[in-house]
């Protein structure tokens, strides 16, 4: 009896320490980081100072030929107008989310979940032909007296900006969305009551209130059109080309690793500092507010 009693007493024990410890439940997600992030970027960088010579040849020559600064430029360029543009679209959209009944708010939701899911190279291609010089957008302009010729949208910038905005728009709407919602009604009842026009609820109270997630959607936005693909490819053309499809001219018609490496990282470098001012800003704490 008081053999059981014993190995009863100390059974809590021997289970408390065979509890794994907390490293245990984190391993799988650091092993996985650690394969499909670190060692690639790794490789990257290694790849970009020691092929085809070591050294940094590469990022010499990446940011000595005017050829490869203006690719740089022209990506910079559209990344920061498709930005500006979701938030000037998609602030009014997210704020008409918001405040919708919910009937109607579903349905309009459920539009943009259905952009979200509907095959990127349909809706690219979509774009193409919406966008030339015998599509619906010229026919109806110059119907309407707007234009005498038809306009030059496709494989050149502008039909770039245009079709990725369309693309980018929901990645800004729907965290907005979220930030708008959580912002009481009551704060802008009070700034109305105390005298405040609309203009000054709007900028004086609802825009700097939803501030944190203007930024993290506009970051997000910003960091994906720098390395998109598709879009640019196909509505731009290659005089238009931008650093995402050069590193696939590098990589796949070159078979020059270096470069292509040297320009992924470019890119990483780029994205990691913008993300570092975002937390310089707004804070890892309001961030992560937003996102909730």
Known sequence: MSVMTSTTSFAPELRQRRRPSGFAYIAPALLLIALFFIVPIASLLLRSVLEPTPGLSNYAELFGSWTYVRIFANTFLVSALVTLLSVIIGFPVAWLLAIIPNRWGSVLFAIILLSMWTNLLARTYAWMVLLQRTGVINKTLINLGLIDQPLVMVNNLTGVT???????????????????????????????????????????????????????????????????????????????????????????????????????????????????????????????????
């Open 162 to 292: 245009i079709g990725m905005t369309y693309i980018m728009l929901p990645f800004i709407i729907l965290p907005l969305r979220g930030v708008i919602k959580d912002i009481e009604p009551g704060i802008l009842q009070a700034a109305a009551l105390c005298g405040a026009t609309k203009w000054q609820c709007l900028w004086g109270v609802l825009i700097p209130l939803a501030l944190p997630g203007i930024a993290s959607g506009a970051l997000m936005v910003f960091v994906m059109s720098l390395g998109y693909f598709v879009t640019p490819a196909l509505l731009g053309g290659t005089a238009n080309m931008m650093v995402a499809e050069m590193i696939a001219q590098f990589v796949q018609s070159l078979v020059n690793w270096g470069m292509g490496g040297a320009a992924a990282l470019v890119l990483l470098v780029v994205t990691l500092l913008l993300y570092a001012i975002q937390l310089r800003l707004f804070g890892v704490g309001r961030i992560g507010q937003e996102g909730q």
